[in-house]
């Protein structure tokens, strides 16, 4: 979550004790607006969400690694005009 944060493109928010409560980001792509937004779930669990408008499009659960980079993964194929589940760098 620390390099998110560290990305202007990414809004983190954190609780009072400085533990991270959600991370999101907006990506206009194919003239529809797509969020994407983390956040912390049960143990160490990260949940991962994709909207396109108001609709989820995509939820998966893992590692807060896993997700973090998955989740840049999405911004940078939505960004380059890419599906977001593009492989192709």
């Given at each position: 979550m620390a390099e998110l944060a560290r990305d202007v493109s990414w809004q983190v928010t954190t609780g009072v004790g400085g533990q991270w409560i959600?991370?999101?980001t907006a990506v206009r792509h194919d003239g529809q607006?797509?969020?994407i937004g983390l956040t912390p779930a049960r143990g160490d669990i990260t949940a991962l969400i994709l909207w396109s408008g108001d609709k989820v499009v995509d939820h998966v659960r893992g590692t807060e690694a896993?997700?973090?980079a998955r989740a840049?993964?999405?911004r940078d194929n939505l960004?380059?005009?890419r599906d977001w589940?593009?492989?192709a760098s």
């Open positions: 959600t991370a999101e607006e797509w969020r896993a997700m973090c840049q993964r999405w960004e380059a005009g589940q593009s492989t």
